[in-house]
């Protein structure tokens, strides 16, 4: 009956005159700053004085928006997200001249469509387009390093950090005209900061029109709208396995040992590892080459294996041999590793293998954003966790893996690539540094 009601109630517009008794417009055409300023300037010669006038823009100002007009503070930002009715959450963006009573108005309203507004300052990509930021440039980044392939990598980051989709997975489904534009956008906006820049790889794909699902190719090939994925190779077989050393400086260097215990390894514990063992390593943010030059190991019988995660808590194993790496000695740890059932990917070296560097970039450009007070600690989390579904919020996500380590990642980072976007945000430097959540808002 109520559908029914609010049914009757709509009416077609033939024309911009037609909406001169509303009290509120939403706009939602084209992704083109100047015509959507346009359109704002001609609505406001035609609406009441008390009418507000609200952009559903996804990374576009709201200042600029209104820059032109009389009134420029009735405009806001009213961002919804696809598909509308299952996406329950709106960005509700104030410009630089928004009157905060018109926010307030267009969250209450987001309320009665059953939607749950958040709030932002005006800045490129406001919440969610700049939060997700981590996810897909780094993804991209570690592919074009050559470190593992697209789907190596959406595995890991679904099995191991519990993403619902892989980054690859989710750029063949938003298509990149729509995702390279937003990095660009973003990137551009914010004087080509180093977090956000953007990828080659993704260029190179919406130029020559390998967009995702909806072309039939993207990251990957779709037969009947399902992708193409090759099976993974089963695990090496190993007649005999080597002894195993682990590194004094591993972390979770005591899970590491009741692990291999469990696998039933033969563990060696002397001060150094015999000219048979298999080496075994656990750094945070370096890569195996620096941990066996810095160590002393061999780097010809050296592993690294990655828990920034705890093994229990995923779904797969994650080892990273470097350049010098015996065949014998990878396939013994892969064959090693994988006794148990659980799946074991075998990737290149690199500094914070595959889960430590996106999971550090997500939860640093998420303190970066309450670092500017783009928006409140709780009004992220809403809007990552509902926008983009992530397994937690990404600060939720710093508070479970620890500050400190997600600060230890992102200093060795910085050492082994010598690259800004890894520089720590001030947001997190403070609370790892004292002990306090990522979720502690200053008074």
């Known amino acids: 009956m109520a559908a029914a009601a609010n049914k009757a109630r709509l009416r077609s517009a033939s024309s911009l005159q037609d909406l001169k008794s509303c009290d509120l417009v939403v706009e939602a055409i084209v992704e083109k700053l100047e015509i959507k300023a346009a359109l704002f300037v001609e609505l406001e010669g035609i609406v009441g004085l008390d009418a507000v006038l609200a952009s559903n823009t996804s990374s576009l100002s709201i200042t600029a928006i209104a820059a032109r007009l009389r009134r420029p503070q009735r405009v806001a930002g009213f961002h919804f997200f696809n598909p509308v009715p299952l996406m329950k959450m709106v960005e509700v963006v104030a410009g630089l001249k928004t009157d905060p009573a018109v926010c307030a108005a267009l969250s209450d309203y987001a ?3 059953g939607h749950t507004p958040v709030l932002a300052q005006d800045t490129p990509g406001f919440i969610v387009n700049h939060a997700g930021r981590g ?6 980044r570690i592919v074009g390093e050559g470190v593992a392939d697209f789907a190596t990598i959406d595995r890991i980051l679904r099995d191991q950090a519990g993403f619902k989709l892989g980054p690859f997975e989710l750029m063949d489904i938003t298509a990149l005209d729509v995702s390279h534009p937003v990095m660009e956008s973003v990137y551009h906006q914010y004087s080509e900061e180093p977090r956000y820049r953007p990828s080659l790889i993704t260029a190179q794909r919406l130029v020559g029109g390998v967009l995702g699902r909806k072309t039939g190719e993207g990251f990957y090939r779709y037969s009947n709208g399902k992708a193409d994925v090759a099976a993974e190779p ?8 080597p002894p195993v050393w682990v590194s004094s400086r591993a972390t979770r260097r005591a899970e590491i040992y009741q692990l291999l215990k469990d696998l039933g390894a033969k563990i060696e514990t002397g001060r150094s590892p015999s000219p048979q063992a298999l080496t075994l390593v656990a750094p945070l943010g370096f890569d195996v080459s620096t941990v066996a030059v810095v160590e002393r190991l061999d780097p010809a019988r050296t592993v690294g294996i990655d828990l920034l995660i705890e093994d229990a808590a995923t779904q ?11 065949t014998d000695m990878h396939e013994a740890a892969h064959a090693l590793f994988a006794r148990d059932g ?4 075998v990737i290149r070296d690199s500094g914070g293998f595959v889960t430590q560097r996106v999971v550090a ?46 600060l230890e990642v992102l200093f060795n980072l910085q050492t082994v690539y010598g690259d800004p976007r890894y520089r720590p945000s001030p947001w997190l430097r403070r609370r790892g540094a004292i002990g306090l959540s990522l979720l502690h808002e200053e008074d």
């Open 135 to 140: 996810y897909s440039t780094e993804a991209l």
């Open 361 to 406: 970039t997500i939860v640093n450009t998420a303190c970066d954003i309450c670092q500017q007070r783009i928006c409140s600690p709780a009004d992220l989390e809403t809007a990552v966790t509902m926008g983009l579904g992530y397994p937690l919020g990404p600060l939720a996500m710093g508070n479970r893996y620890g500050p400190a380590n997600v």
């Open 316 to 326: 797969r194993r994650v080892l990273a041999t470097n350049p010098a790496t015996r």
């Open 234 to 241: 089963p695990a090496p077989s190993v007649a005999e396995l």
């Open 111 to 113: 309320r009665q469509l």
């Open 342 to 345: 659980k799946a074991v990917s």
